[in-house]
Structures are given as structure tokens and as C-alpha cells.
């Protein structure tokens, strides 16, 4: 698992690499306050830029290798986009999109193959199982890609 | 555990917080630095990506 830098709030935080910039000279404090406001404008104006420069990349005709490049090279400069806490998000959000989309699949089956809902009662009813539906098959998902994540670290560890 | 990214960044602000000036000056060089490498990496990925075409 990658280490989380900022896991304990209390604790101050420590730069690990990047140090290129970093003043050789001790500073006065009054510069060094202008220096780290300085820093933190850079900083959002360069996620402006981060968050475009993406945008533009994924809103054309981006392909799957285009995607593995870019993790490829994040990976070469020590950026590694998921760590495992992300992976299980990611994995539980898959699990409750495909419930929802299961569930939703259902009712509208029922819908096309004749089960017109001829009152509410019928219509709850029916609603209700394919929510259950939807849950189950959430749970189900998410089960599989936490199993997947395993194997795979397993599989890494080997 | 998972973490929700705003409840991370709050963690993040937290500790930064706390963090002494010089350290912080360090620490946001640092993120800045990565930034940069990122930004690099989109925009040679969308350079082979014109390249391909």
C-alpha cells in the first residue's frame, strides 16, 4: 500500500522529493510567508492547468492505450494514481453503479415484457424486488472486485 | 479504510497546518514539482496521441 503522508493530521508533514526548488539559504520569516503564498498560487494555478490539460485529453477521442501511457508514465515519475484504499472506493463505486444499472434493468424488463403495473401497490412491489435485485448484485460486485484486488496483491507478493 | 478525497484534503490542510513554515515551503515545492511531472506526462501523452493520427 502506498504510504499515506498526511495519515495523522497531528503529525506536521514532510516533504518526500522534489526538492529542486527548495531556498539552499535560511530566509526571513516575513520572505518565507511570501515565499509559501507564493507557492500555494503556483500550485492551484498549476492544477488549473493539470485539470484542463486532462479535460482536454479525455474529452476527444482518448483510447485505451492513451490511458495506459499516461499511467505508465505517472508510474516512471513516482506518481502512482491508486493506492489500495483507492482501488476498494473505486471497486465498491463499480459494485453500486452495476446494482443500480442491475436493478433498473430489471424493472424496465418487467415493463417491456408485459408486466404493466395496472396500480401502485403492483408497481411498489415491483420496484422493491428489483432494488433487492439491485443491492444483491451491488454487494455481489463489490465482493468480486475486493476478491480481484486480493488476488492480485497475492499474485504481486509471489 | 477509504477516504472520501475532501475529507483527505482537509486532513491534508490540517496537518499542513502544522507543519513549520520552512517544512511547509519543502512540502509545497514538492507538490508542485509532482504537479509539473504530471503535467508533463498528459501533455506527452497527447503529443503521441497526434503523433498516432
New interface residues.
Given amino acids: 500500500m502506498t504510504k499515506n503522508p498526511?495519515?495523522?493530521?497531528?503529525?506536521?508533514?514532510?516533504?518526500?522529493?522534489?526538492?529542486?526548488?527548495?531556498?539552499e539559504q535560511e530566509?526571513a520569516?516575513a520572505e518565507?510567508?511570501s515565499?509559501?503564498e507564493g507557492?500555494?498560487e503556483?500550485?492551484n494555478a498549476?492544477?488549473q492547468?493539470?485539470s484542463d490539460?486532462?479535460n482536454?485529453?479525455t474529452s476527444s477521442d482518448?483510447?485505451p492505450e492513451?490511458f495506459s501511457?499516461?499511467e505508465a508514465?505517472?508510474e516512471?515519475?513516482g506518481?502512482n494514481r491508486f493506492d489500495e484504499?483507492d482501488k476498494?472506493?473505486i471497486g465498491?463505486m463499480w459494485g453500486w453503479i452495476l446494482g443500480v444499472t442491475t436493478g433498473y434493468g430489471y424493472m424496465q424488463l418487467m415493463e417491456t415484457l408485459g408486466g404493466h403495473y395496472s396500480n401502485p401497490e403492483e408497481r411498489l412491489a415491483t420496484m422493491g424486488t428489483a432494488l433487492g435485485i439491485g443491492l444483491a448484485a451491488g454487494v455481489l460486485a463489490t465482493s468480486a472486485s475486493k476478491l480481484y484486488y486480493w488476488m492480485q496483491k497475492k499474485q504481486e507478493a509471489k | 479504510?477509504?477516504?472520501d478525497p475532501k475529507q483527505?484534503l482537509a486532513?491534508?490542510k490540517?496537518?499542513?497546518d502544522?507543519?513549520?513554515?520552512?517544512?511547509?515551503?519543502?512540502?509545497?515545492?514538492?507538490?508542485?514539482?509532482?504537479?509539473?511531472?504530471?503535467?508533463q506526462?498528459?501533455?506527452?501523452?497527447?503529443q503521441?496521441?497526434q503523433l498516432r493520427k
Avoid at chain 1, 516533504?15 to 531556498?23: F, I, L, R, V
Fill in positions: 498526511f495519515e495523522n493530521p497531528d503529525k506536521p508533514l514532510e516533504s518526500s522529493g522534489g526538492h529542486e526548488e527548495a531556498p530566509m520569516p518565507l510567508e515565499a509559501i507557492k500555494q503556483e500550485i498549476q492544477a492547468e493539470l490539460e486532462i482536454e485529453l482518448a483510447s492513451d501511457l499516461l508514465k505517472l516512471e515519475i506518481i484504499d476498494a472506493m465498491k | 479504510m477509504n477516504q483527505l486532513r491534508f490540517k496537518a499542513l502544522k507543519t513549520p513554515s520552512k517544512e511547509k515551503l519543502e512540502v509545497l515545492n514538492a507538490v508542485s514539482n509532482n504537479l509539473k511531472k504530471m503535467i506526462a498528459v501533455k506527452d501523452v497527447k503521441v496521441k
